[in-house]
T-cell receptor
Framework: DVKVTQSSRYLVKRTGEKVFLECVQD?????MFWYRQDPGLGLRLIYF???????EKGDIPEGYSVSREKKERFSLILESASTNQTSMYLC????????????FGPGTRLTVT | QKEVEQNSGPLSVPEGAIASLNCTYS??????FFWYRQYSGKSPELIMF????GDKEDGRFTAQLNKASQYVSLLIRDSQPSDSATYLC??????????FGKGTMLLVSP
């Protein structure tokens, strides 16, 4: 079974803070993704990575950055958190970009006050 | 722009009935199709995937794909209250990322 874990289930941060969300997978998958999910807007891709130190912008990268120093670990960074970044953040992994299933972590519900 | 459309619902069915969830997609070159189930407050869980035209069955679930009509569906037989969730359709179109629909909420009443 693919196991994808995220560092926190719930997180509360203040406006302006730098926030780190971490995702770890144990299946040696090349590809990792960060999404946010908001009511009425569905899942939106923030960034993805197809290899160590490689990253690609998704649909909504503004206000975010990512880091992938090791294959199993993909971090999402909010450089200066804002209230409109309050959301559910979901990490996902996929073995092959062209085919195969995509698996999600449990999610981090971030509240920025 | 690639789009995946789903009726937001809720789709209400009685226990034991067949629930039919539908999804249409805009990119005719789409190659693979996925159904995820998401319980409230939880992350999406993959339940079915289909690559070829026709039907694919797995237990109470059947995925149906019609590429000519750009249509994919999920049938849930003998629906149970535990099937109540939001079902997300996702489509891979060959550009590396999945495009997700916004999901259909299913309510199964006892």
């Amino acid at each position: 079974d693919v196991k994808v874990t995220q560092s926190s289930r719930y997180l509360v941060k203040r406006t302006g803070e730098k926030v780190f969300l971490e995702c770890v997978q144990d299946m040696d998958h090349e590809n990792m993704f960060w999404y946010r999910q908001d009511p009425g807007l569905g899942l939106r891709l923030i960034y993805f990575s197809y290899d160590v130190k490689m990253k690609e912008k998704g649909d909504i990268p503004e206000g975010y950055s990512v880091s992938r120093e090791k294959k199993e670990r993909f971090s999402l960074i909010l450089e200066s958190a804002s209230t409109n970044q309050t959301s559910m953040y979901l990490c996902a992994t996929r073995r092959d970009l062209r085919l195969y299933e995509q698996y999600f972590g449990p999610g981090t519900r971030l509240t920025v006050t | 722009q690639k789009e995946v459309e789903q009726n937001s619902g809720p789709l209400s069915v009685p226990e034991g009935a067949i629930a039919s969830l539908n999804c249409t997609y805009s990119d005719r070159g789409s190659q693979s199709f996925f159904w995820y189930r998401q319980y409230s407050g939880k992350s999406p869980e993959l339940i079915m995937f289909i690559y070829s035209n026709g039907d694919k069955e797995d237990g109470r679930f059947t995925a149906q794909l019609n590429k000519a009509s750009q249509y994919v569906s999920l049938l849930i037989r003998d629906s149970q209250p535990s099937d109540s969730a939001t079902y997300l359709c996702a489509v891979f179109s060959g550009y590396s990322t999945l495009t997700f629909g916004k999901g259909t909420m299913l309510l199964v009443s006892p």
